[in-house]
């Protein structure tokens, strides 16, 4: 059973655009929603993070905005690189300290 | 400061042999956690070791078992090797069990023929 579900599979952007990937859960038992950049052959490194209480978070060009009532969570990169061009997974931790992760979504930024 | 190192990188194992991976955490690091990647499922929580002891686990068969040391380094053992175990086995470390961030390594990927 998928806990977090993610979407899309993958996402193919302009340079300069507005990558967006989304994330749904089922447990209400989650309390942190980290992002993990992924890039090949390397580990998950963590991109960025929210807490329920806030409904966005920014750093830099990346935004997560996070919608507690749709238990929905979703990525936001402004101004789309080449140099962003990796596997995104988003992941929830519940309060037993258990992670759970996105099947994942590999970006592609054309230049 | 060195981050996760996990040994050995790649391994190519045959169907019913057995495997031992290593994971050497961030110094200071008391909290291991691994995870099985695969290009379908994505990343899966296997376990999580902390001063020793195992705190969590996920649902893999039990041919999947790990250990951690009294330096917080961790080994995970898998038995009888089957095909679907081929997969990138990522090690993750953070302060404590009870802190957010993880850290995780390259990886060892492991091909079962």
């Known amino acids: 059973q998928q806990q977090v579900k993610q979407s899309p599979q993958s996402l193919i952007v302009q340079k300069g655009g507005i990558s967006i990937i989304n994330c749904a859960y089922e447990?209400?038992?989650?309390?942190?929603f980290p992002w993990y950049q992924q890039f090949p052959g390397k580990g998950p490194a963590l991109l960025i993070a929210?807490?329920?209480?806030?409904s966005e978070k920014k750093e830099g060009r990346f935004t997560i905005s996070f919608n507690k009532s749709a238990k929905q969570f979703s990525l936001h990169i402004m101004d789309s690189q080449p140099g962003d061009s990796a596997t995104y997974f988003c992941?929830?931790?519940?309060?037993?300290?258990?992670?759970?992760f996105g099947t994942g979504t590999s970006l592609t930024v054309i230049p | 400061k060195a981050g996760v190192t996990q040994t050995p990188r790649y391994l190519i194992k045959t169907r019913g042999q057995q495997v031992t991976l290593s994971c050497s955490p961030i110094?200071?690091?008391?909290?291991v956690s691994w995870y099985q990647q695969t290009p379908g499922q994505g990343l899966q929580f296997l376990f999580e070791?902390?001063?020793?002891?195992?705190?969590n686990k996920g649902n893999f068969p039990g041919r999947f078992s790990g250990r951690q040391f009294s330096n917080s380094r961790s080994e995970m053992n898998v038995s009888t090797l089957e095909l679907g175990d081929s997969a990138l086995y990522l090690c993750?470390?953070?302060?404590?069990?009870?802190?957010?961030?993880?850290?995780f390594g390259p990886g060892t990927r492991l091909t079962v023929l």
């Open positions: 993750a470390s953070s302060l404590s069990p009870f802190t957010d961030t993880q850290y």
């Open positions: 447990n209400t038992a989650f309390d942190y």
């Open positions: 929210i807490r329920p209480d806030v």
């Open positions: 992941a929830a931790l519940n309060t037993g300290n258990q992670f759970y």
């Open positions: 110094s200071g690091h008391r909290s």
């Open positions: 070791y902390f001063s020793e002891t195992q705190r």
